[in-house]
């Protein structure tokens, strides 16, 4: 078989395919044992219709086609492997030359990744975002750590205050009358997270144990329930219960109780280690971001159209997974967003265009600079998924490389080592670590 791939538009490639009669031939002669088993021809048995018989009953040309549903694949699929080109769409293919005796020759029409122009990767200036824990800082991890373990205690007098829970009975009515989602009974509601409607949670501040009150609230313009949005709403409110918390002390006895430290000053410097941890993983995830940014940005690329479309798909499907782990259908979502489909895949394609962007570029460095993954990293980053998941670790590997998903894991890698190499390789201007706005 012979191919000669010539580009004729920058995205686009035409293959020029010649299989050799031979090979044509064995093909016909496999169709022909297909289509005998399949086909009644009066006067014989169904498979022991010779050849030249089926011809006349069928016609030679359903012959060449059942050849060609097979030799066509197999034939584009080497000369993809013989070329090295690289399609992201579909081909449309065209049958130059078919008859038996001569060589076939087939024309194949496919889109194909585009070249990448790459501009600066290496050596980008930028200013390391501070990792500076403060003691203000330290201390509010505190206060948020006690608040975690207050006690709720059942006021047996009193008016509910800002950061109480209250229990409440309450009923809704607009226009006089209940609405779905507008009842509750025995509700915790603690004052002041603003988790009910803007002005709710306000109005039953000085509210006593056993109080009933109307609370005139309006909905928002944008609310989920389209049949409320705008609208002015009643509630009748029961407060049952009041509960407030009640604070610990920060000292060394707080620190035992809800720590595996003796001391406050102990649980003071694990927290702020751990601050300054999260703050460190935080920076270098905004550095590596940034340098891949800039990547994309200083290089010049013209993305096919076909793939922006494979990558607005995907995200649609993450999107629908993501969805349904949560109990709501995308015709649901798109009701409460009060939004088409067309208007949530016009709202991701520019995150789709730029994910097909970056990701050229990155494949484009790692090509450039020769970075690959070795067998010894494929294995260390498969156990590690394996222990995730709790399964053996050889058996893992094997059902991957079955299923022939080892080349994502490979992908990963090979990532990850190139924006490294651009981290590795920046020059950072920034050398004081004064806290800045993220």
Known sequence: MKA????????T????????????SRAIDSAYRKLVKKVNVPGFRKGKTPRQILERFIGKEAIYEEAMD???????FKAVEDTGIEPIDQPKMELVQVEEGKPVVLKATVQVKPEVQLGQYKELELARPSTLVT???VQES?????????????LEEGVVENGDTAVIDFLGKVDGEPFSGGEGREYPLEIGTGSFIAGFEEQTVGMSSGETRDIEVTFPEDYKAEELAGKKATFTVTVKEIKRKELAELDDEFAKDVSEFDTLEELRNDISNKLKEAA?????GLVRMELVRRAVENSIIEVPE?????QLEDLMGTMERRLSAQ?????DYLKYANITLEDMQDQMRPEAEQTVRTNLVLEAISKTEDIKASEEEIKEQAEKIAAQFNQDADKFISMLRDEKRLGYITEGIIRDKTVQLMVDSAIFTDDTNEKTEE
């Open 13 to 24: 490639v035409i293959l020029e395919i010649e299989v050799d009669a031979d090979q044509f």
């Open 280 to 284: 460190e993983s935080r920076a270098d």
């Open 70 to 76: 097979t030799l066509v694949p197999e034939a584009y």
């Open 135 to 137: 003691d203000e800082e």
């Open 4 to 11: 000669n791939a010539e580009r004729i538009e920058k995205n």
């Open 327 to 331: 109990g709501v259908s995308v015709q």
């Open 306 to 310: 076909a793939m922006i479309d494979h």
């Open 142 to 154: 505190l206060v948020k750590l006690r608040d975690r373990h207050a006690k709720l205690l059942t």
